[in-house]
Every structure is written in structure tokens, then in C-alpha cells.
């Protein structure tokens, strides 16, 4: 595989993340985005700017810096402080375009350049995959608060309980061919 195609594969996934939050923050009503199930539990509210924290510490200057930024607070990270639903989709903006701008910089010229995580030594591919877990683990935290908030009103993200097999047939009643996983998910809002 190439480094574009990776790269190309890579931001799809991130992007398809991104997506899913978003569809679940959007569900959401705007006082229910920072209710905690106990004290030692995260609001969406406090992932979103543990999201945002990391994100901007770990793709801000990237390529000459290490992902853990002194100036990163990561305790204060999970204060439940964001005072509104605006503040709350700012920081998860700001975060996600940090990600995007560091991937966009990002060519065959430094793609093998080492890059540094706590004076721990990664490929680029090896702490992008970090990152993509890392933040597929969060948004999948949000997908689930989401769902236990909303209850009966939640509109499913991915195929719908009952249509797995209608789903199938849909997919399979296409020729093979080559196309990223996301591609369908991200243009389809049946699956």
C-alpha cells in the first residue's frame, strides 16, 4: 500500500468517526450533553473536550514536536466546565480541525520522518493508528451515552436492528469492486 492510499483510508475513518459523534451529539438534548451517570463517570460533554485536548496536543506541530505539549492541562480535560452546547461544538470543531490540517501536511517527503509521544519514538503510521483508536474508543463511549439518553428515541447510526439481511442483499447486489468501507456509510442514511 501506498502512503496516499493509506493516508486517503485514514482520513475517511477519521472523518466516518467524526460523523458518528456528531450524529449522536445531535440527538442530544443540549442539557442532557452533560449528565453524568455518577461522579466518577464522563458527560459527552467532558469526552468532547478530552477529544479536544488530545487532538490539539498531539497534531499541533507534529511533525517537529512532541504530542504531549507542555502546555496540555489533560487533568482539567475531565472538569465537566463546558457551559454550553456552542462551547461544547467549538472545541470539538477546533480538535477535529487541528487532526485534519495535520493530516493535509502529511507527503511522501516525511512520511517516514519519526515523530515523538511522550519521548516515545512512532512511525507516522504506527501513532496515527494510536489516534484512531483512541478516538474511535470516545466516540463509541458518546454513541452509547447517547443511546442510554435518548432511550426508545434513538435513531440508529449503523444498520438498524431487523435489517441486517435487507442490508446484505442491498450490498451484494452490487459487483465486487474496490472502495473504502466508509464510502457508503458517510452518502447512505438507509446503510
Not at 16 to 41: H, M, R, V
Not at 57 to 62: E, M, N
Not at 83 to 109: H, M, P, R, V, Y
Not at 165 to 176: C, G, I, L, W
Request: hydrophobic share 35%.
Amino acid at each position: 500500500m501506498k502512503s496516499s492510499e493509506y493516508l486517503e483510508g485514514i482520513q475517511k475513518q477519521f472523518a466516518y468517526y467524526k460523523s458518528l459523534g456528531e450524529k449522536t451529539i445531535d440527538q442530544i438534548p443540549a442539557e442532557k450533553l452533560f449528565w453524568q451517570y455518577n461522579n466518577e463517570s464522563n458527560s459527552i460533554a467532558i469526552m468532547v473536550k478530552h477529544l479536544w485536548g488530545n487532538m490539539k496536543s498531539r497534531w499541533t506541530d507534529f511533525l517537529t514536536t512532541d504530542g504531549e505539549k507542555e502546555w496540555r492541562q489533560r487533568d482539567a480535560e475531565f472538569d465537566n466546565d463546558i457551559k454550553s452546547k456552542e462551547d461544547l461544538l467549538t472545541k470539538w470543531n477546533d480538535g477535529w480541525q487541528c487532526l485534519f490540517e495535520a493530516l493535509e501536511s502529511i507527503d511522501q517527503n516525511n512520511f517516514n520522518q519519526p515523530i515523538y509521544i511522550r519521548n516515545i519514538e512512532h512511525s507516522i503510521t504506527e501513532a496515527i493508528n494510536r489516534q484512531l483508536a483512541h478516538y474511535a474508543y470516545h466516540v463509541g463511549q458518546i454513541v452509547f451515552l447517547g443511546k442510554m439518553i435518548t432511550g426508545k428515541q434513538w435513531q440508529s447510526l449503523s444498520i438498524p436492528k431487523g435489517k441486517s439481511v435487507a442490508y446484505n442483499q442491498k450490498r451484494f447486489a452490487t459487483p465486487k469492486h474496490k472502495a473504502h468501507y466508509t464510502d457508503k456509510l458517510m452518502k447512505d442514511d438507509t446503510n
